[in-house]
């Protein structure tokens, strides 16, 4: 299972980083963006893509590898 990739506030747009990464992976100018990119990595890493608000909380997390444990959420 790959790095966790973290949808994070950066300069006037929008970056993905993976966790424990003090570098960005990517920049974008819109959050959608940047959660498409974070998502294309996940599936490929079998890792999780957790998307934060603009003052850095958590707004939303999708996993995209084997979960142990069934999930709770009903939206995918």
């Excluded at 790095?3 to 990517?26: E, I, M, Y």
């Excluded at 996993?63 to 959420?73: E, F, H, N, Q, T």
């Amino acid at each position: 299972m790959g790095k966790n990739q973290h949808v994070v506030p950066h300069g006037d747009g929008w970056a993905v980083r993976g966790a424990g990464s003090t570098r960005v992976t990517s920049t974008h100018s819109t959050q959608q963006d940047a959660a498409a990119r974070a998502r294309d990595i996940a599936i490929r890493q079998q890792s999780e893509v957790v998307i934060h608000r603009p003052n850095g909380q958590i707004r939303d997390r999708d996993s995209y590898g084997a979960d142990p444990c069934p999930p709770k959420d009903t939206k995918h």
